[in-house]
Each structure stands twice: as C-alpha cells, then as structure tokens.
C-alpha cells in the first residue's frame, strides 16, 4: 500500500467533497478513487468520510486527519525541493490570499507574472473579505493589513496603509467640507461594513482619540460599491487609502480631515514556518515583497 498516494487521493476527496471531482483533479478514474478511499479507511480502522447519495462531507475524523495530512505532503514537498537544492526550479502548487480589492489590484499582476516565469507552478488564488487561518486552510502566503496577534507565522513587512475619509468634489461643493469629526453628524454617510462594521469611528491618536457615532444613510457590503457611491457624490466613505488610491489620483475623491487620521496600519506578508525552506514560496514572497515595497500606495 502507497501511503503517500493515499493521502493524496483523501485531500483530494476531502477539499472537494466529492469523489467525482476528486477523480478529475487527479486524474484518476472514480474506481480508483473509491478503492483508496477505503483501503486508507480500512488500514486506520476509521471512517474519515460519511457518504450520501447526493454528497460527501468530512467525520470529525476526518478533518483532523485532513489537516494532518496536508502537512505531511506539504512537508515532503519542501523536504525534495531542499534536497534538490535552493536553485531548482520552483514547482508544484502554491497557495495564496488576500482581501478582494486588494488581490484584484496588487496581488494578481504579481501572481500572473510569477506563473509566466515559472511554469511548473500552478497557484490558487483566493481573495476573501474574512481572516483566512493559514493553518487550517492550508495557505502557504497570505498579505495581512493592521498589527498582528502572536502566531507561529513568519512576517515580512512590506508598507503601510492608512484609514481615510473621502468624499467626491461634487459631494463637497454641495454640502461643504467638514472641519472636525464631529461635523460628520451633519453629513450623508456611505459604510462599508468590510472595514466599517459599526457606525462608531475613532479618529486622531491611540492615547487621545476622538469618537463619533454616526448613522449611516447607506450600509454596503462591498467596498466597490461603497466606493461607487462615494464616486457618484452620494456622501462621505471610509476606507483604507489603497482602495481608493485610483479615485484619489483620478481626482474622483478627495480625502477630508486627514489632520484627524489614525496612526498607519503596516501591511505584512505572512506565511507559514516550516522545517524546509520551499523554494516556490520563498520566490513567491520575494517577488510579492519587492513588488508592494516599490509600490506608491504603500509608502
């Protein structure tokens, strides 16, 4: 029994929770799939899978050892490329994340021209407004925005971004320019509730700041269509300076009370520590962190 080639089919079952899709990802016939399925189940005397007609969903089991699997493979993998030796070739599959607008911006660009220089490298690429747990999701790098909590992440910083209140010209020659943060109370309020959950913002200092609660006209959970409304002159948005860094130069917003702003938030690259040294992640990182540092947006 191949062990390895067991493992492999099982993430593959696990992360697609199907057997047929599994079957086409690794290019093995659903027989085949099956068959391993069971003698991995047989050999660990545990059902890791619970079968439906209509799906397959991990046991408790199951997930733990879908967990412990991935780092075993992702362990062996960095385990060949150390020994073929730090000027192989990158290859094999890396795995990425960042936020929507962010990814869609920075990150892509970078993505297609590392695939363009290396073409044993497939990567996923997945851009979500949530904190996506390396770990657990099994993400090689990921760009982090704000202070970091205490992990067994390794961290590379690469810039910073500030937290900005902009509205458009239009906006402000009909209803003038706020001069303090309390006069916000008196203005239309776009939130995004990807960065701006609650209506209380906290502006100036950490040790002195000012708050103020405000009553959003418009609630949006996209921040493009925030920003879209802020653009068309619907009222005052809030949101971090990278997003709105093309409507900013564009002079379709402009960024009001900026002498009120909050200190900058640093931006990270993030990835997970591992005995082995993986040549396509450390290349990847590279590339990114050069890439964000010579970036203006980030300064």
């Known amino acids: ?25 690794i290019d093995l016939s659903p027989a085949a799939v099956t068959r391993a399925i069971g003698a991995l189940e047989e050999h660990l005397g545990v059902k890791l899978l619970a079968r439906t007609t209509r799906n397959v969903r991990l046991t408790d089991a199951g997930r733990r050892y879908l967990d412990d699997t991935r780092a075993i493979l992702a362990s062996i993998d960095e385990a060949d490329e150390a020994a073929a030796g730090v000027n192989a070739a990158p290859k094999g599959n ?9 990814g869609k911006r920075f990150i892509m660009p970078c993505i297609v021209r590392f695939l363009q220089e290396y073409p044993e490298v497939d990567i996923a690429a997945y851009f979500l ?70 209506v209380d913002w906290k502006f100036g200092a950490a040790d002195d700041p000012t708050m103020v609660r405000v009553k959003p006209r418009l609630t949006v959970t996209s921040n493009d269509g925030a920003i879209a409304a802020a653009t068309e002159g619907l009222g005052v948005v809030r949101l971090l300076s990278y997003q709105v860094a093309d409507e900013l130069a564009a002079g379709r917003l402009k960024v009001i009370l900026g002498d009120y702003e909050e200190a ?3 931006v990270h690259v993030v990835h997970r520590e591992s005995k082995f040294g993986s040549a396509k992640v450390r290349r990847f990182i590279d590339m990114l962190a050069e890439s964000l540092r010579g970036h203006p947006a980030f300064a």
Not at 11 to 19: K, P, R
Not at 97 to 102: G, I, N, P, Q, R
Request: neutral net charge; charged residues 20%.
């Open 94 to 102: 890396l795995s990425v994340t960042a936020s929507v607008l962010f």
């Open 129 to 198: 407004d949530r904190v996506v747990n390396l770990v657990d999701e099994g993400i090689d790098v990921a760009v982090r925005i704000g202070h970091l909590p205490d992990s067994g992440l390794k961290a590379l910083r690469v810039g910073q971004v500030r937290r900005v209140l902009c509205a458009s010209p239009d906006y402000l020659r009909r209803h003038g320019e706020p001069a303090h943060p309390v006069d916000l109370l008196n203005h239309v309020i776009v939130a995004a509730s990807g960065i701006s959950p609650r």
């Open 1 to 25: 029994m191949d062990q390895i080639h067991l493992m492999k089919v099982f993430v593959a079952v696990g992360e697609e929770e199907s057997f047929a899709a599994a079957s086409r990802r």
């Open 264 to 266: 900058p938030w640093p």
